[in-house]
């Protein structure tokens, strides 16, 4: 593998490393995903947890309660974990764009642009999801990614297995464990 070709898995690697030393320092009760119990889901929706996005959230993700807050209820979700997932996907910006293709808060492949040339048994792997145009809405995208997210717990039953789905292919479990801790420190 060329060294041009590691810089960006380096660069993720460094920011998720200090992220995650950082979420430590400053939070010394967080158990590190690697000692967690893997059956472990984060705590229960209720209807409390589905109305109100916790004000520890940073501004980028509070100007989105209110889209948020309104899918959370229409999907059953709790609002901090939609919002651990924006936080994570595109720190809260609607124009995100990642190198794979994924488009907006939520990060969704869209049918179109790079994500179309991805190609399963035959067919764009994608083709079936929306548009560049209305991924980049910031509405459509987080009812997108919400709607996503309700229709893979309801397969798999497990937060855990779920954010390893919606997230990165080539991460692992990485990805659904630091989902999952943003969400504990920002309860």
């Not at 810089?7 to 590190?32: D, H, K, R």
């Not at 929706?45 to 229409?74: C, D, H, M």
């Amino acid at each position: 593998m060329k060294a041009k070709n590691l810089i960006i898995p380096g660069i993720t690697i460094s920011i998720l490393f200090l992220y995650l030393f950082t979420s430590l320092i400053s939070n010394p009760q967080v158990v590190w995903a690697s000692n967690a119990d893997p059956k472990l889901d984060p705590p229960p929706v209720t209807e409390n947890s589905k109305l109100g996005l916790s004000p520890k959230f940073p501004n980028s993700i509070q100007q989105w309660k209110e889209i948020i807050e309104r899918n959370a209820l229409k999907f059953n979700l709790d609002a901090n974990l939609i919002a651990s997932v924006i936080l994570q996907e595109s720190g809260g910006d609607p124009l995100a764009y990642s190198s794979s293709g994924a488009v907006g808060l939520m990060q969704v492949m869209p049918r179109d642009g790079l994500a179309a040339g991805f190609i399963c048994d035959g067919n764009p792997c994608f083709r079936l999801r929306p548009s560049m145009q209305e991924l980049y809405d910031p509405l459509f995208n987080i009812e997108y990614g919400s709607k996503m997210l309700m229709g893979l717990i309801n397969k798999y039953g497990d937060w855990r297995e779920v954010l390893h789905v919606y997230g990165p292919m080539d991460v692992g479990y990485e990805y659904a464990d630091l989902v999952l801790l943003i969400q504990n420190n920002y309860q």
